[in-house]
């Protein structure tokens, strides 16, 4: 079965610091990989998605940047933190032509 | 482009009270549609999923949705909710079967025992 992992789950980091959240994806290959930004009352934005190894599609101009270094691995990244980064983020995996997505346990970031 | 709306973004009700959430959405082609469940502490999951056939389509735990294209809509209704419901709900569109997913803002559910 595929399971998706998302790390760390909580992070606290200081204003102009740098990002790395990894996700990597297990027992599946070739997935469409997904990025999301969880706001209060604002849903799930889409930030990034990639549909292979170095293919990344931005959704949203911003602070971040994505890269897929490997088939299943997924990495949101920042080189310096704004305050207006801090949110939940989730991962998500799609498998082929079926629509249906599977999502990480997400990270929860907070930038002080 | 696709967008999602949901028209409740807090919805308190008692247990065995009926349940309608409202889902608008805004694609001129063909869709696929969802519905996702975050029940607290846990992963955003399926709760259901309309892709083709039958309007009326049934998820887990009792819940359906129905797809009505005149009106753009892909409302999730359950005849009876119970305090394990409590969750927040996001509706989803996927147009022509691309790659983006579009959620809506999310509705927020709590459920009195």
């Known amino acids: 079965s595929q399971t998706i992992h998302q790390w760390p789950a909580t992070l606290v980091q200081p204003v102009g610091s740098p990002l790395s959240l990894e996700c990597t994806v297990e027992g599946t290959s070739n997935p469409n990989l997904y990025w999301y930004r969880q706001a209060a009352g604002r849903g799930l934005q889409l930030l990034f998605y990639s549909v292979g190894i170095g293919q990344i599609s931005s959704e949203v101009p911003q602070n971040l940047s994505a890269s897929r270094p490997q088939d299943r691995q997924f990495i949101l990244s920042s080189k310096k933190l704004l305050l207006s980064d801090s949110g939940f983020y989730l991962c998500?995996?799609?498998?082929?032509?079926?629509?249906?997505?599977?999502f990480g346990a997400g990270t929860r970031l907070s930038v002080l | 482009a696709q967008s999602v709306s949901q028209h409740n973004h807090h919805v308190i009700l008692s247990e065995a009270a009926s349940l309608e959430l409202g889902c608008n959405y805004s694609y001129g082609g063909t869709v696929n549609l969802f519905w996702y469940v975050q029940y607290p502490g846990q992963h955003l999951q399926l709760l259901l999923k309309?892709?083709?056939?039958?309007?009326l389509v049934k998820g887990i735990k009792g819940f359906e949705a129905e797809f009505i294209k005149s009106k753009f809509s892909f409302n999730l209704r359950k005849p009876s909710v119970q305090w394990s419901d409590t969750a927040e709900y996001f509706c989803a569109v996927n147009g022509d079967g691309g790659f983006k997913t579009i959620f809506g803002a999310g509705t927020r559910l709590f459920v009195k025992a």
């Open positions: 998500a995996w799609r498998r082929g032509t079926k629509n249906i997505q599977y």
């Open positions: 309309y892709f083709s056939g039958d309007p």
